[in-house]
């Protein structure tokens, strides 16, 4: 079945270094794929998304391409702040062989940056 | 613009007992989706409703049911509770237009089974 593998945590950081979270999934259809972040107590909030092969997603900083030929969609940012302190997760919907569109995500990786 | 709000925020029960969870989508949204999150993991699939059918549903037992209205809104039932029910359980919604399948998550409903 599809399945989503991400680097487990948890990454510290200083602040204004480099993040690289990686992420690989194994999908039957044509999936797009996502990144969701979950901060201290609060819900999850969609990152960005990429919905076929090659697309970047961008957002706040962070980008992440869709690699098709590596089954990959690796978040990256070029400076991270304290504010960036949270838990993401990889995820995707392969929504074309299903009836539905339900999301599957990783385990998620907790980012701690410090000032 | 109201995003997905869901009901209660916290709630205990015993095991044995049932329990029912509730969820209003966004404004525009018409699909409802349920996930559950236990503590230090990334969200598990249960079930999708569209039109007021299960349109999918995840690797989770029959004592999970659900239910969708035709202001689709949405509850999400547990009976015969276990302590391994506790989570945190959200609701998702989407616009089926959105080729993307773009999902907005409500804050959640902390159940805890004691």
């Known amino acids: 079945g599809d399945s989503v593998t991400q680097m487990e945590g948890p990454v510290t950081l200083s602040e204004e270094a480099f993040l690289t979270i990686n992420c690989t999934y194994t999908?039957?259809?044509?999936?797009?794929l996502f990144w969701y972040v979950q901060y201290p107590g609060e819900g999850l909030q969609l990152l960005l998304k990429a919905t076929k092969a090659d697309d970047k997603g961008s957002n706040k900083g962070f980008e992440a391409t869709y690699r098709k030929e590596t089954t990959s969609f690796h978040l990256e940012k070029g400076s991270v702040q304290v504010s960036d302190s949270a838990v993401y997760f990889c995820?995707?919907?392969?929504?074309?062989?299903?009836?539905?569109?339900?999301?599957?995500f990783g385990k998620g990786t907790t980012l701690s940056v410090s000032s | 613009d109201a995003g997905v709000t869901q009901s209660p925020t916290h709630l205990i029960k015993t095991r044995g007992q049932q329990v029912t969870l509730r969820c209003s989508p966004k404004s525009g949204h018409d699909t409802v989706s349920w996930y559950q999150q236990a503590l230090g993991q990334g969200p598990q699939f249960i079930f999708q409703?569209?039109?007021?059918?299960?349109?999918q549903r995840g690797n989770f037992p029959d004592r999970f049911s659900g239910h969708q209205f035709p202001n689709y809104s949405s509850e999400l039932n547990v009976n015969a509770l276990l302590l391994g029910d506790s989570a945190l359980y959200l609701c998702a919604s989407s616009p089926t237009r959105d080729r993307g399948y773009e999902q907005y998550f409500g804050p959640g409903t902390r159940l805890t089974v004691t």
């Open positions: 995820a995707l919907s392969d929504w074309g062989n299903q009836a539905g569109t339900a999301l599957i």
């Open positions: 409703y569209y039109e007021e059918e299960e349109r």
């Open positions: 999908a039957t259809g044509y999936p797009s």
